[in-house]
């Protein structure tokens, strides 16, 4: 691991395409993204945020779930949808 936070711009990849790589498809509740040649979430990243930044916000998007390869060119990671969990996150604030 490093001890410096790291970060990697991504472009986010469509869910026909995500299914192709990913034969047993993805969730709607996940989403994909990378697919660019060195540019990926990789081993160690699982759990870490994937955000987006929308008119000077920083919005929390996806949470590194797995992925095939690291930094592979059309080989995207899949990330949990954070939208999709937001009942449950907000019930287990305090």
């Known amino acids: ?11 986010a990849v469509n869910k026909t395409f995500c299914d192709r790589v990913y034969p047993r498809g993805v969730a709607s509740s996940q989403l994909c993204a990378g697919a660019e040649a060195g540019k990926s979430s990789c081993h160690g990243d699982s759990g870490g945020a994937l955000v ?6 920083a919005y929390g998007y996806g949470i590194v779930s797995y992925g095939k390869a690291c930094g592979k060119e059309s080989i995207p990671v899949v990330y949990t949808r954070v939208t999709s969990f937001l009942d449950w996150i907000e019930e287990h604030m305090d």
């Open 1 to 11: 691991g490093s001890r410096y936070k790291l970060h990697v711009e991504l472009n």
């Open 52 to 57: 987006a930044t929308v008119d000077g916000y």
